[in-house]
């Protein structure tokens, strides 16, 4: 793919082969960011995984300290004595049955994450093929199934990412906007990277971390350590 003069340019900055410390790390991102529009600071990072093996799959869920500039809607699947609670902890929208059978008649909703309580997963069931595919299933893996609607949505709320491993042992997450500090991106990444370490499986041998680069929307790519 041919490159653009901007990313070029950008390009330019980064010395080829050396592996950058977390704060100057972004401090050069932030320079190499090229778009008009504050773009995202996504990291990526290669595991020492084999991803075909199910017993070395890498998933998790972590609250950045800085969350991640997005702002996110919440609906809440919960059971009516729940409510006053989900609203209060911030959730932007209720899920009730009536709400599943018009996802399940429609394909189309207005939110981007989902929380719900046990006794409304046997009724979500009509939607896992519609929200499973995106992502967007509550799970008890994620954090996102369970009797503490407080602690599941306000954490949801203020930036908390879930993340796994793709095809080739990679995993793939944003740690915020251009438009922060350095110091709270540095902030972001080291919470997500520690995460990261405390998930590894105890079947993988050997080097765990092997490469991790940060770039943003559009710009180069930053090794890191």
Same mark, same amino acid.
């Given at each position: 793919m041919k490159k653009g003069k901007k990313y070029i340019e950008a390009a330019k900055l980064i010395e080829p082969g050396k592996i950058y410390g977390t704060e100057e790390a972004m401090e050069l991102a932030k320079k190499t960011s090229k778009t008009k529009f504050d773009g995202s600071v996504e990291v990526h990072l290669r595991l020492g995984i084999d991803p075909k093996k199910s017993d070395q799959q890498v998933r998790g869920t972590v609250v950045l300290p800085h969350g991640t500039g997005k702002t996110r809607k919440v609906i809440a699947f919960v059971s009516a004595d729940k409510e006053k609670e989900a609203k209060e902890a911030g959730a932007d929208a209720i899920g009730t049955q009536e709400t599943i059978d018009e996802i399940a008649k429609t394909g189309k909703f207005e939110w981007d994450l989902a929380v719900a309580t046990p006794d409304m997963m046997p009724k979500l069931a009509k939607v896992a093929k519609v929200l499973g595919p995106k992502g967007l299933m509550p799970n008890p893996k994620s954090d996102t199934v369970g009797t503490?609607?407080? %602690?599941?949505?306000?954490?949801?709320? %203020?930036?908390?990412?879930?993340? %796994?491993?793709?095809?080739?042992?990679?995993?793939?997450?944003?740690?915020?906007?251009?438009?922060?500090?350095?110091?709270?991106?540095?902030?972001?990444?080291?919470?997500?990277?520690?995460t990261i370490r405390k998930a590894k499986p105890s079947a993988s041998k050997g080097v765990y971390l092997k490469n991790v680069t940060v770039a943003t929307t559009m710009g180069p790519a930053i090794r890191t350590v």
């Open positions: 503490n609607v407080t %602690k599941m949505v306000s954490e949801l709320k %203020k930036g908390k990412l879930a993340f %796994k491993t793709d095809d080739y042992g990679i995993v793939h997450t944003v740690i915020g906007k251009v438009s922060f500090d350095a110091k709270a991106l540095a902030e972001n990444y080291e919470v997500l990277l520690e």
